[in-house]
């Protein structure tokens, strides 16, 4: 268990909805990162946020949009779904804003496009 | 800008032989290296990383990784394979921060080896 949890584990919608993904981080971290996980496209880095501000944007589509709290949980929304959008979704988290520092992912949101 | 290669889809060993995950990186700055091993739907877990210290780096389960910086190397290796070792295995290269654009992204992650161990 790496401490980082992801909330819902799966999620199936339509085309065209949106849907909200929830991540809470470890104890302490203060960085929240999201990746993507799809078969064609493999693992990629969406996006990060570090102490409530967006630090690295990667392959981030524009339906796609994400937010880090206070409380330093984050969501990633994506909205008008197209089918291609079923992936697995994690989300990672680590102390500080460093490629040094290890990042710790949670189990992921399965999200399934129909 | 910051690739890496693993070179072999899919790689097939018998329980107590060696393991060899191999992956090649391309990197402009001096590069962080992680392996990363994902089980049939879990999470992905740290095994080892290089962060210019050692070359040499021992990881978790027995795992170990040598950075050899004149080949862009950095291969994965067990001594012997056990039945639990069966997974997907991710090298990656850490991105330092303020050095992204376009697609690249904080970590960035290769195609994945699939180990499939053999009794």
């Known amino acids: 268990d790496s401490g980082v949890t992801q909330t819902p584990k799966h999620l199936i919608t339509a085309t065209g909805q949106r849907v909200t993904l929830r991540c809470s981080p470890r104890?302490?971290?203060?960085?929240v990162y999201w990746y993507q996980q799809s078969l064609d496209q493999g693992l990629q880095f969406l996006i990060q946020y570090y102490n409530g501000e967006e630090r690295a944007k990667g392959n981030i589509l524009e339906r796609f949009s994400a937010q880090q709290f206070p409380d330093l949980h984050s969501e990633l929304n994506l909205s008008s779904l197209e089918l291609g959008d079923s992936a697995l979704y994690f989300c990672a988290s680590s102390v500080a804003d460093s490629n040094a520092y290890e990042q710790y992912f949670g189990p992921g949101t399965r999200l399934t496009v129909t | 800008a910051q690739s890496v290669t693993q070179l072999d889809s899919h790689v097939s060993v018998s329980e107590g032989t060696p393991v060899l995950l191999r992956c090649n990186y391309s990197?402009?700055?001096?590069?962080?290296l992680f392996w990363y091993v994902q089980h049939p739907n879990k999470g992905l877990q740290l095994l080892l990383k290089?962060?210019?210290?050692?070359?040499l780096v021992k990881g978790i389960n027995g795992f170990e990784a040598e950075f050899k910086k004149s080949e862009t190397s950095f291969h994965l290796t067990k001594p012997s394979a056990h039945m639990s070792d069966a997974a997907e295995y991710f090298c990656?290269?850490?991105?330092?921060?303020?050095?992204?654009?376009?697609?690249?992204?904080?970590?960035?992650f290769g195609k994945g080896t699939k180990l499939s161990v053999k009794p």
């Open positions: 990197s402009s700055y001096s590069p962080s």
């Open positions: 104890s302490g971290d203060l960085s």
């Open positions: 290089y962060t210019s210290a050692a070359t």
């Open positions: 990656v290269v850490s991105v330092p921060p303020g050095n992204y654009g376009g697609s690249q992204g904080n970590l960035i």
